[in-house]
């Protein structure tokens, strides 16, 4: 009897699995998780053990689905960040370096526009303005605002305030917006400010028909931060040249006066030692004209002593 409950409890534990509890339908969601396609799930109308462990089954498709997603996200970015680092490396020429930027932030970021802006100083008011570096507009590009002030604009306000603008759920048709691209169709705008140092270095703004994701906006934050330290590099080795360039101009400058003080210097020398000879011969000549003197004065006394002589001599001689 026993032999025989112990049967009949296997075969009804049998019955069990292959009614309720459906292993086909669990085979084929686990084999569909193993190729990490978690759009799946089991049915959640069971009741009792087996809602149970369809429902942990359930929850850990979620969890890891979110879990790598996640970790494709993260896979994403840093292959992107890694992307504009290379960009970016060993870059001087800031338009060349704008231009690469912004082709390859448009396809990546799946936008439809794009401006990168960038900080500099106007020669003649000495006030800070925000030049157009790189465009990507299509038929706008033409249009597009060459420059803005501090606080001028959506561009400019973004740099005033140093904090990132998004306009979101634009209504559709044309709509004027007080961007750099003027008017444009239904959009989703965000404008980075590129801080470093607590000086706005520039300004990227983007449009796309598309939404902006966080992950999207993860990578702008991350590129703007690295954009802003090389732009911060480029401007101190400008600096720096500027300062060489400089200083070597004045050593220049200070080897051509010296050059030309010298040539002077050997000009006053040239004249002091004609003056010099001059003077040796005046002297030489004063001493001959002494000497002439002197003889002169010596023939004339020779002359004079001989005139008295003759004189004395007719005296004595009328005398006798």
């Not at 396809?107 to 900080?119: K, R």
Request: proline fraction near 1%; aromatic fraction near 6%; include cysteine.
């Amino acid at each position: 009897m026993k032999i025989s409950k112990r049967g009949e409890m296997k075969v009804n534990s049998e019955q069990t699995l292959n009614g309720s509890f459906n292993l086909h339908e669990l085979l084929r969601v686990l084999t569909e998780i193993k190729n990490e396609n978690f759009a799946v799930n089991l049915p959640s109308d069971e009741v009792g053990l087996n809602g149970k462990i369809w429902d942990t089954i359930n929850q850990t498709i979620t969890s890891l689905s979110s879990k790598t997603q996640k970790n494709r996200n993260q896979h994403w970015l840093q292959s992107n960040i890694s992307k504009f680092a290379a960009i970016m490396q060993g870059q001087r020429d800031l338009n060349v370096m704008s231009r690469q930027i912004l082709s390859e932030l448009v396809n990546v970021m799946n936008a439809h526009y794009g401006t990168i802006y960038i900080s500099h100083r106007d020669e003649n008011t000495q006030a800070t303005k925000l030049k157009l570096y790189s465009v990507y507009a299509g038929e706008e590009e033409d249009k597009v605002q060459k420059e803005f002030s501090i606080g001028e604009g959506l561009v400019g306000k973004c740099a005033f305030e140093r904090k990132r603008i998004i306009i979101t759920g634009a209504p559709k048709g044309y709509v004027k917006v007080n961007s750099s691209f003027g008017k444009v169709k239904s959009f989703n705008l965000i404008i980075f400010p590129v801080v470093f140092d607590n000086k706005v270095k520039a300004v990227i703004e983007l449009a796309s028909l598309g939404s902006f994701n966080e992950t999207l906006l993860d990578l702008m934050t991350h590129l703007t931060e690295d954009f802003g330290a090389v732009l911060d590099t480029i401007e101190a080795l400008t600096k720096t040249e500027e300062l060489l360039v400089k200083a070597k101009s004045q050593v220049l400058e200070l080897k051509a006066q010296q050059k030309e003080l010298k040539i002077r210097n050997e000009m006053l020398e040239d004249k002091a030692s004609w003056l010099d000879s001059q003077n040796r011969a005046l002297v030489l000549q004063n001493t001959e004209k002494e000497k002439l003197v002197e003889q002169l004065s010596a023939a004339n006394d020779e002359l004079a002593f001989q005139n008295n002589e003759k004189k004395t001599g007719c005296g004595v001689k009328q005398c006798q």
